[in-house]
């Protein structure tokens, strides 16, 4: 009996084993049919000069960035469209395509499951990451929150203390400094100003990364190294890529998997906390979002992820490319405090919001600033049924359509031949600011998903802008480099923008 059943554990052995080879097998060979498919589909032997150069990166002889390579294949494109064939993507700086994207076939290029894919570990079910009713749900929210007077009052408040008590005494505490001590990264300052103030105004908490010592947050370093790798696994040829070592926890995703642990770790504490001091009558959106949605603290970490993206990231790109810019054109600073004097009564005052709405320069050197450098250099939608663009290109249901910006700012087509000149003059009309249609300048995106922060950018944007130029002299270290940008869900400066500062006299 006992020797029946010995060999009867023998026979479970050897099925058991037979019954795993088979299983992994099969599910071995179900993958690299997948792959085989996906490849096929791509088109990766295409021949065509686009792909051969995206593939051997050759494009890099001759363009410092990869937006400069797009921006260029677009501009010699007759309908302002082009085609990577390896990447599945259809990419356009045609405002006709743009607008039909955006508004008169909407429902046809949502985000879609790829891209939700792609920045779910990140952004999980936050508003940039989500289509249909949960994206209409956390927008009406934030609408009626973004657009009330107390909470853009509040907006400013904390703006303004943060310049008053830490970006000026900062900025002051280099002038004059000759060393190398002098010198100041100034993209760091502007994303560490920016972080504390998304944090004070979104959850009511201070991480006080702009203090005189700037010092180093793990939290903020994380979310950087999230939103590199996540933008990265947009450039891989196959999802398959990243995807492999997602499972076996290498490389590039295991990094991300570590950055966003401490990301969630914070954004659960920051949540922890807010509880704790009480929720009702409190100023901050999260304590708003609170309110309704208070029993699930992963929906609402994904909620904050979502506005420190969009309240960090992209203040601190516009801010940077502006002192850049102005940096070579010093014509504009002295029209901007020119303009300062006679709102304010004198440079160097940070604005009320009466004081801004009559600041039209100012505010047209703001746009003309994200014309050339948009914050976000490119936006990717899914089509969903087989389509035609206005311009006649023919879209594949489940092809990704990107429309470019950073491309669209340096077209002659939309700007006319001085496209490449910094000119806050072309968007005033006898000194008052005109605005273009949204589908030109796609900045803000347009139709149901134009940006809903965009007031509240630009107010914390002109305060900054008037309150250094007003009261420093601000020179980049090396004026003639142009700005090489580093993978990024937002245009990030690679190397950040290293300058000197000279407090202004009189």
């Not at 260029?72 to 390896?86: A, C, E, F, Y």
């Not at 607008?99 to 570990?121: H, I, Q, S």
């Not at 943060?162 to 900062?170: G, T, Y």
């Not at 790798?229 to 926890?249: G, Q, Y």
Request: proline letters at 5%; hydrophobic letters at 40%.
């Amino acid at each position: 009996m006992s020797a029946l059943s010995v060999n009867s554990g023998y026979n479970l052995d050897a099925i058991s084993t037979v019954f795993c080879f088979l299983f992994f097998f099969f599910t071995a060979m179900f993958s690299l049919f997948s792959l085989l498919l996906f490849i096929l589909r791509l088109r990766p032997w295409c021949n065509c000069h686009v792909c051969r150069s995206f593939l051997t990166s050759s494009w890099t002889k001759d363009f410092a960035n990869f937006c400069d390579w797009y921006a260029h294949l677009l501009r010699k494109s007759p309908t302002g469209t082009i085609h990577i064939h390896v990447l599945g993507n259809i990419v356009t700086s045609n405002p006709e395509n743009v607008e039909y994207m955006l508004k008169t076939r909407f429902d046809n290029y949502p985000k879609g499951k790829p891209f939700t894919v792609l920045l779910g570990d990140l952004l999980g079910r936050g508003i940039f990451n989500v289509d249909g009713d949960m994206w209409r749900f956390q927008r009406k929210m934030a609408s009626l929150e973004l657009g009330s007077v107390t909470v853009r009052s509040h907006a400013l408040e904390v703006v303004a203390a943060e310049i008053q008590s830490r970006l000026i005494p900062l900025m002051a505490s280099v002038s004059g400094n000759d060393s190398d001590a002098g010198i100041l990264d100034l993209q760091d300052v502007f994303r560490r100003f920016s972080f504390d103030n998304i944090c004070k105004f979104s959850f009511g908490l201070d991480p006080g990364c702009l203090e005189p010592s700037l010092p180093v947050s793990k939290f903020a370093d994380a979310f950087d190294l999230a939103s590199k790798l996540s933008a990265e696994r947009a450039m891989t040829s196959s999802p398959v890529f990243w995807k492999i070592k997602r499972f076996f926890n290498v490389g590039s995703e295991k990094q991300l998997k570590e950055a966003v642990r401490i990301i969630d770790d914070q954004a659960k504490e920051m949540i922890k906390q807010r509880r704790q001091m009480g929720y009702v009558a409190k100023n901050d959106l999260l304590s708003r979002f609170m309110a309704i949605v208070n029993d699930d603290d992963q929906y609402l970490r994904d909620i904050v992820v979502s506005f420190l993206l969009a309240g960090r990231d992209t203040i601190s790109s516009g801010l940077t490319s502006l002192f850049y810019l102005l940096s070579q054109h010093p014509e504009v600073k002295r029209a901007i405090r020119e303009e300062s004097d006679r709102v304010m009564g004198r440079a160097g005052a940070i604005p009320s919001f009466e004081h801004m709405r009559e600041m039209h320069y100012l505010h047209a050197v703001l746009y003309e600033t994200m014309r050339l450098f948009p914050p976000v250099q490119f936006d990717s939608k899914f089509c969903q049924e087989d389509d035609v663009l206005p311009d006649g290109t023919f879209v594949k249901s489940g092809t990704r359509v990107t429309y470019h910006p950073y491309a669209m700012g340096r077209m002659e087509s939309i700007w006319g031949p001085d496209c490449l000149d910094f000119k806050p003059e072309r968007w005033l009309k006898n000194g008052v600011y005109s605005p273009v249609s949204p589908y030109k300048y796609p900045v803000f995106q347009g139709g149901d998903r134009v940006c809903l922060g965009k007031e509240l950018a630009l107010v914390e944007m002109k305060c900054v802008a008037a309150a250094l130029v007003g009261r420093f002299d601000i020179q980049v270290s090396q004026p003639g480099q142009p700005p090489r940008f580093a993978p990024g869900l937002t245009a990030t400066v690679r190397g950040g923008l290293p300058v000197r500062v000279e407090e202004r006299r009189g």
